[in-house]
C-alpha cells in the first residue's frame, strides 16, 4: 500500500513568491540605476507599465496559492462569486481612480488636495479587496500575507531612494505630486491598495482560475 501524498504547504509558496518578488525589486532597482533597456526598466513613476515589475506576479502567484489551497482542502464558498466580485471590486477601483484624477487635473492641485485624494483612492482600494475575503477567505488571508512580505521591501527602497535622490521609478509620484507629498504617497500605497486591494483582487480572481484546475474534493471555506 503506497503511502498517502504529502500536501503541499501553502506558507512554503507564499515565502517562495516572496522571495522572488523581492529578487525582481533588487534587479529592477540595479536595472534603473546603471541605465539598463528603458522599455523595461522603466523609470517613470508608477514603474511606467514595465513588464517586469512584482505587480503583474500577484497572477501567477494567485494561481498556485490557489490549485494549493484547493489541494489542501479549501475552495471558494463560490466559484461564480469567487470570479465575479474580483472583477465587480476591480471595475469599482478603476472608476474611483478615474475619477480621483480628473478631479486632482481641475485647478487648484495644492498638497493638501493630493494628500486627500490619495487617501481616498488607496483606503477605498484596501476596503474593496474585502471582496476576495467574502468570496474566500484562506486565499485573501493568503494573498494579504504575501502582499504585505512583497511590499516592505518596497517601503525600504522607496525611502531610501528618495533619500538618496536616486532617478528610479521607487523615488517618484504621480505627474505634479508635490516633493513634499511623494513619500507619504508612496508608502500608504505599498501599504493599502498594493498589499490590501490589487494583491487580493487580482490574486482572488487568479486564485479561483487556479482552484477549477484541481480535481474537486476540498471542502468550502
Same mark, same amino acid.
Given at each position: 500500500m503506497?503511502?498517502p501524498?504529502k500536501?503541499?504547504?501553502?506558507?512554503?509558496?507564499?515565502?517562495?513568491?516572496a522571495?522572488?518578488?523581492l529578487?525582481?525589486?533588487g534587479v529592477?532597482l540595479?536595472?534603473?540605476?546603471?541605465g539598463?533597456?528603458p522599455?523595461v526598466?522603466?523609470r517613470e513613476?508608477?514603474?511606467?507599465g514595465?513588464p517586469l515589475?512584482?505587480?503583474?506576479?500577484?497572477?501567477?502567484?494567485?494561481?498556485?496559492f490557489?490549485r494549493?489551497l484547493a489541494?489542501n482542502?479549501?475552495?471558494p464558498r463560490?466559484?461564480a462569486?469567487a470570479l465575479l %466580485?474580483?472583477?465587480v471590486a476591480? $471595475?469599482? =477601483?478603476a472608476?474611483? &481612480?478615474?475619477l480621483?484624477? @480628473?478631479? #486632482?487635473w481641475?485647478e487648484?492641485?495644492?498638497g493638501?488636495?493630493w494628500?486627500?485624494?490619495?487617501c481616498?483612492v488607496?483606503?477605498?482600494?484596501a476596503v474593496?479587496?474585502?471582496?476576495? %475575503?467574502i468570496?474566500?477567505?484562506? $486565499?485573501w =488571508?493568503?494573498l494579504v &500575507?504575501y502582499?504585505?512580505? @512583497?511590499? #516592505?521591501?518596497v517601503?525600504a527602497i522607496q525611502?531610501?531612494?528618495?533619500v538618496?535622490?536616486?532617478?528610479v521609478h521607487?523615488?517618484?509620484?504621480?505627474?505634479?505630486?508635490?516633493d513634499?507629498?511623494v513619500?507619504f504617497?508612496?508608502t500608504?500605497a505599498?501599504s493599502?491598495?498594493?498589499?490590501l486591494?490589487?494583491?487580493?483582487?487580482a490574486?482572488?480572481l487568479a486564485?479561483?482560475i487556479g482552484?477549477?484546475?484541481?480535481?474537486?474534493?476540498?471542502?468550502?471555506?
Amino acid at each position: 500500500m503506497s503511502a498517502p501524498k504529502k500536501k503541499p504547504s501553502l506558507l512554503v509558496a507564499i515565502l517562495i513568491s516572496a522571495a522572488l518578488s523581492l529578487a525582481v525589486n533588487g534587479v529592477r532597482l540595479v536595472g534603473e540605476l546603471q541605465g539598463w533597456a528603458p522599455e523595461v526598466f522603466n523609470r517613470e513613476g508608477g514603474g511606467g507599465g514595465s513588464p517586469l515589475g512584482i505587480t503583474w506576479l500577484v497572477l501567477p502567484f494567485g494561481f498556485w496559492f490557489g490549485r494549493v489551497l484547493a489541494k489542501n482542502g479549501s475552495r471558494p464558498r463560490s466559484n461564480a462569486l469567487a470570479l465575479l %466580485l474580483p472583477l465587480v471590486a476591480a $471595475a469599482a =477601483v478603476a472608476g474611483l &481612480f478615474v475619477l480621483a484624477f @480628473a478631479t #486632482l487635473w481641475k485647478e487648484p492641485r495644492t498638497g493638501e488636495d493630493w494628500v486627500t485624494l490619495t487617501c481616498t483612492v488607496q483606503l477605498a482600494g484596501a476596503v474593496a479587496g474585502l471582496a476576495t %475575503l467574502i468570496a474566500w477567505p484562506r $486565499a485573501w =488571508v493568503a494573498l494579504v &500575507f504575501y502582499g504585505i512580505l @512583497a511590499r #516592505l521591501p518596497v517601503i525600504a527602497i522607496q525611502y531610501y531612494s528618495i533619500v538618496k535622490g536616486w532617478d528610479v521609478h521607487f523615488a517618484k509620484g504621480p505627474p505634479g505630486m508635490p516633493d513634499d507629498v511623494v513619500l507619504f504617497a508612496l508608502t500608504l500605497a505599498q501599504s493599502t491598495i498594493w498589499p490590501l486591494g490589487w494583491t487580493p483582487i487580482a490574486g482572488g480572481l487568479a486564485a479561483a482560475i487556479g482552484a477549477l484546475t484541481v480535481k474537486r474534493g476540498g471542502k468550502p471555506g
